[in-house]
């Protein structure tokens, strides 16, 4: 059974400063492997995806994620936030070409 | 482009009642997505329908819920005699089909249910 963990339910970092959001996965397959965003009531954006190709994956808005098998992890990282990042992100994993299984988020609070 | 549109955005029910969530994907997509995020939770899945076919409803409740997706018009999920419990975002999303590896799924901002 795959599941998803994501390791902090509210990071906060100042303006400026990098992020580190963290996730975990479990999959008996070779996952797909996907981080969304979501803004306040707005919809769910995809930011970046691992489908088997490199492991660094680089997505929209400077965000990157690298995929570490021996330690099933995806972390989502950025070197400098801006306060337009302040949303809440999900890590997502996939074995299939349609069932995604959600972490339960992770809200991330920039300070000026 | 128009994205996945959902309407309404926020629907007000006593218990009870029934709730009709409305979805039209992306213009040109046939495959249409139902999750459901409870407070605090990630989505959960519950129905993948293709035009007039349902693919897969494994996250479906047994009972009360169904999902349709006609050959014309949205995507309805329909949830019958409401209950408290049922109170949730639910979230569509579409994607063009099956050629690749990976279709990406493309969200739409939700309809908040809040049961009375």
Not at chain 1, 9 to 27: A, F, M
Not at chain 1, 52 to 60: D, E, F, P, R, Y
Not at chain 2, 3 to 23: D, F, I, K, S, Y
Request: hydrophobic letters at 35%; one cysteine or more.
């Amino acid at each position: 059974a795959q599941s998803v963990t994501q390791l902090d339910s509210h990071v906060s970092v100042s303006e400026g400063t990098p992020v580190l959001l963290r996730c975990n996965y479990s999959s008996s397959y070779s996952p797909s492997l996907f981080w969304y965003v979501q803004h306040p009531n707005k919809g769910l954006q995809l930011l970046l995806k691992y489908t088997s190709a490199a492991t660094l994956v680089k997505g929209i808005n400077g965000f990157e994620a690298e995929f570490k098998k021996s330690e099933t992890s995806f972390h989502l990282t950025k070197p400098s936030a801006h306060m337009s990042d302040a949303a809440e992100y999900f890590c997502v994993v996939s074995n299939s070409n349609y069932q995604l299984i959600w972490g339960a988020g992770t809200k991330l609070i920039i300070k000026p | 482009n128009a994205g996945v549109m959902q309407n309404p955005r926020h629907l007000v029910r006593r218990r009870g009642q029934e709730a009709r969530l409305r979805c039209s994907p992306v213009k040109g997509h046939s495959h249409v997505y139902w999750y459901r995020q409870l407070p605090e939770e990630g989505l959960k899945f519950m129905v993948y329908l293709q035009k007039e076919n349902i693919i897969d409803e494994s996250g479906m409740p047994k009972e009360r819920f169904s999902a349709e997706f006609p050959k014309e018009g949205p995507s309805i999920l329909r949830i019958q005699q409401v209950v408290r419990g049922d109170s949730a975002a639910y979230f569509c999303a579409s994607s063009p089909g099956m050629e690749s590896d990976y279709n990406e799924q493309f969200f739409g901002p939700g309809t908040r249910l809040t049961v009375l």
